[in-house]
């Protein structure tokens, strides 16, 4: 079980989320790795599925990667989620995968091609640093744009603000998201990950 979970998004969907206790799960069509997402209308095409969704989640520590790549600029946000809590979750949803993604060479998949069970959770191996772990679900029918899924807010442990946001607007920001009805207790953070005072003072030798 991972010790971390987190959704690097947006704050519109954030908003939504708090709102509604779903989680979006879009089609991957439009994704930046089109290798990826090749790979996702690839198993659509051979096992007959009409439509295709996914969320990426990472199950490691926060990196400057994962805010600058999935959620830069002082809008982005992060859920974190309790893991055990959010696979309780998913486990009452009907046709959802929730995997960790494997990341394979070239030389690999040469040696042993991927089933077509394996193809939804496979990305290259410059990509393992994202440490992800995906929900994905397909349907046989011709489906909306997007599939929500129920994810109580019972399941999140915190949700960390952008580190580009400033001080003064991230408190006000977080006090519009904990005024949304059930979520005054929700844990709301702006991230210090590229300006940590704490950091800053063992420069001058300071200690703890």
């Known amino acids: 079980m991972e010790t971390l979970l987190r959704r690097y998004t947006e704050l519109p969907f954030v908003i939504d989320y708090l709102h509604t ?10 994704w930046d790795d089109r290798n990826d997402s090749f790979y996702m209308e690839e198993y659509a095409r051979r096992s ?15 990196t400057y990667h994962h805010w600058r790549v ?3 600029g002082s ?21 959802i995968r929730s995997e960790a993604v494997q990341y394979k060479t070239i030389e690999e998949l040469k040696r042993t091609n991927p ?11 410059a990509f393992q640093n994202e440490g992800e772990r995906r929900l994905f679900c397909a349907s046989k029918e011709v489906g909306p744009p997007i599939r929500r899924i129920p994810m109580p807010r019972s399941t999140v442990d915190r949700i960390v603000l952008s580190p580009w946001l400033h001080d003064s607007v991230a408190d006000r920001v977080k006090k519009t998201l904990k005024a949304i009805p059930g979520c005054s207790q929700v844990k709301i953070y702006r991230s210090t990950l590229v300006e940590n005072e704490h950091w800053k003072k063992f420069a001058n030798g300071s200690t703890y």
């Open 21 to 30: 206790e779903e989680l979006a799960l879009l089609n991957p069509a439009s």
């Open 48 to 62: 007959g599925s009409k439509s295709v969704y996914a969320l990426c989640l990472a199950n490691c520590a926060e």
């Open 70 to 72: 999935f959620s830069h």
């Open 75 to 95: 809008g982005g946000a992060c859920i974190q989620f309790n893991p055990e809590k959010f696979s309780r979750a998913i486990s009452q949803v009907d046709g």
């Open 115 to 125: 089933t077509l069970n394996e193809l939804p959770f496979l990305k290259r191996y």
